[in-house]
């Protein structure tokens, strides 16, 4: 079996997440964390203090000088395209983080790329691969809860997101970039529909107060294919104090019955002296340790990640794309994109808009 050499484009926030699940698939035999680049060269260097890989502050020199079969693109959304398009041109299977891209025509240019160049484009919508997410696709595709008529999602950050994590970028992203397009795509894999219409408002008043020009919350409502209607609410406002960074949800009503999902709370509450009650959500991540005393993470945050390198090592066996089944492909990618785009139209139109 062909074991995947990876390269990683941002080792940020998220981008840890990516190295941990790449060395611990190397621990396994399924892929090789070769090497990782980022323009915050102190970052960097704190990166392989911990994780073992070439560091290169420059992705295109990554490219060229290390033999790569695939690279991970980590970075801030509107970067993903030309770092996508460039790696398929050079031959490398590409997974992006979500949003694929900030526009249709950037997704266009990616799903292009990779097929001209006959490779692999994911894209990391995890919530794909939530346990209790699968099993309400099962049930809705299984006919059980008959024709979806309606269903509600929602989706909150507290506040130190926008604020202190990512003061500098939020101003170029909102609610639904960086919140909604996880909801917008889930919709989508369990209902089996694709969105047609979609009208949004939205508000700028806590962010913005604190210097933050972006909005504090939108909520759209949106009509699919299937004649379902879905409402999401998105925001990163929440207080610091919310027992969580995030509280997510999700609801569908059919004319045989419902499903509900928390999302955020999986029944994990800890309360400790000075930090007051906490939840966890130990489906996404959970860190564990195996029988060399190796760190080992675990829950769909991974299994997302993994799953790329997995496919990869199928089409370097000879496999084609055919061959690896169901997996959030750069048409999801445009699809989520395609409704986050038109919510944003919707703001600044305040009408209805036809996707």
Partial sequence: MAKCRVGIVGVGTFGINHLRCFRQLGYMGVAELVAAADVNEELLQERTRDFEFAPYTDYREMIAREELDAITVVTPDPLHREIAVYAANAGLHVLSEKPLDVTV????????????????????????????????????????????????????????????????????????????????????????????????????KRLRDLGVDTYDSISAKV???????????????????????????IRLVGTKGLLECDSQDRGTITCCEGEGMQTHNMSFLRQRFDKQGREVWQGYGMDSIADFAHNVNVLLDGGTIEDLGDFPSGYDGLQATRLAAGVHHSLETGGIVEL
Avoid at 160 to 178: H, L
Avoid at 231 to 243: G, K, V
Wanted: glycine share 8%.
């Fill in 223 to 249: 009509m699919f294919d299937n004649g379902a209607t879905v409402a999401f609410d998105t925001s990163w406002i929440i207080p610091y104090e919310f027992e969580a960074i995030v509280n997510q949800g």
């Fill in 105 to 204: 025509e950037g997704c266009l240019d990616m799903i292009e790329a990779a097929e001209k160049a006959s490779v692999l484009l994911m894209v990391d919508f995890h919530k794909r691969y939530d346990e209790y997410h699968v099993a309400m696709r099962q049930k809705v595709q299984a006919g059980d809860l008959g024709d979806i008529e309606y269903g509600y999602v929602h989706m909150e950050d507290r506040i130190e997101v926008p604020r202190d994590w990512f003061p500098g970028w939020a101003a170029n992203s909102s609610p639904a970039w960086f919140l909604g397009i996880h909801f917008y795509d889930l919709t989508r894999f369990i209902m089996g529909a694709d969105p047609v219409q979609v009208w949004a408002t939205g508000v700028k």
